[in-house]
């Protein structure tokens, strides 16, 4: 089945300690979102990649970083956890001729 | 400023009978609609979606109306089932002049409970 596909499923990590979130998807879609959610509020949108081409939202802070070496992988780097940053990530994928958008499972990540 | 808005936080409905859950959106810009839904530990899965020409549209269970001049657009479930307890988000796009390709606006979800 085609999927979106999100490693590692949870994450605990250090105040400060760098760590790597990583999404594939078999969908051969376009477009590749990062998402961040906090407990009971909305998925915020973090940025997204339209092919190669990059698009960062004005308020995801520099902390937060992403690669797309290819079509089918996805990265997001986060250079400096805080404790701020303890959340569910999510990567969706889309076409690119709808705005429907896929999502993976998620990755909890927690910040000791 | 929350753009697209779920006033309700939960909603509990008895098995069998309608679920109906609610939205509401300020931007004008917004032409597409959607609505996803989310178990525990489980990312969001896509349920229905409408697009601003239309005012409805039905799959299987699941209907969604959208009232423009309202700016509110709705997900009705019958008849609804144990299993559709999750949470459900409603989601915007359309909203032009960034570079935000197909960028989602979601509100912050709705949990629905169907009791046996």
């Known amino acids: 089945d085609a999927m979106v596909i999100q490693n590692p499923r949870y994450q605990v990590t250090q105040f400060g300690k760098p760590v790597t979130l990583s999404c594939s998807q078999t969908l051969n879609h376009n477009v590749m979102y990062w998402y961040q959610q906090k407990s009971s509020q909305a998925p915020k949108l973090l940025f997204h990649y339209y092919d190669k081409d990059f698009n960062n939202e004005a308020d995801t802070p520099d902390n937060f970083q992403s690669r797309r070496p290819n079509t089918s992988f996805c990265f997001l780097d986060i250079r400096s956890p805080g404790l701020g940053d303890a959340a569910m990530y999510l990567c969706?994928?889309?076409?690119?001729?709808?705005?429907?958008?896929?999502f993976g499972p998620g990755t909890r990540l927690t910040v000791l | 400023d929350q753009q697209v808005k779920q006033n309700s936080p939960s909603l509990s409905v008895q098995e069998g009978r309608i679920s109906i859950l609610n939205c509401d959106y300020t931007n004008s810009m917004f032409d597409y609609f959607l609505w996803y839904k989310k178990y525990p530990a489980e990312g969001p899965t896509f349920l229905i979606s409408i697009s601003s020409i239309k005012d409805k549209n039905e799959d299987g269970r699941f209907t969604v109306f959208l009232n423009k001049s309202a700016k509110h657009l709705s997900l009705h479930i019958v008849p609804s089932q144990p299993g559709d307890s999750a949470v459900y988000f409603c989601?915007?796009?359309?909203?032009?002049?960034?570079?935000?390709?197909?960028?989602?606006?979601f509100g912050q979800g709705t949990i629905l409970t169907v009791h046996p």
């Open positions: 969706a994928t889309s076409p690119g001729s709808t705005d429907t958008q896929y």
């Open positions: 989601a915007a796009s359309g909203d032009a002049g960034g570079t935000s390709y197909g960028k989602l606006t």
